[in-house]
């Protein structure tokens, strides 16, 4: 299941997926700390985190907090 999620979606970096969703890149950060979002999917590539895109189309929890 994940693996076709993943061959359709998008890994956007913290600076996009604030861009995209319209809030701060800091909003973001705060909503990757553990316990705070669990909807959000990341992965680290390196030293960068990458924000699975179609997860943060379901998740209304940065939007509403991060402004």
């Given amino acids: 299941r994940d693996n076709t999620i993943l061959r359709n979606d998008r890994w956007l970096s913290v600076k996009d997926a604030a861009e995209y969703i319209g809030?701060?890149?800091k909003?973001?950060?705060r909503a990757l700390k553990?316990?705070?979002n669990e909807t959000l999917k990341t992965k680290k590539v390196g030293n960068m985190?990458?924000?699975l895109k179609s997860s943060l189309d379901q998740t209304s929890e940065i939007?509403?907090?991060g402004q």
Avoid: M
């Fill in 23 to 25: 809030v701060s890149e």
């Fill in 27 to 29: 909003s973001i950060r």
């Fill in 34 to 36: 553990p316990g705070k």
């Fill in 49 to 51: 985190i990458r924000v």
């Fill in 63 to 65: 939007r509403l907090n």
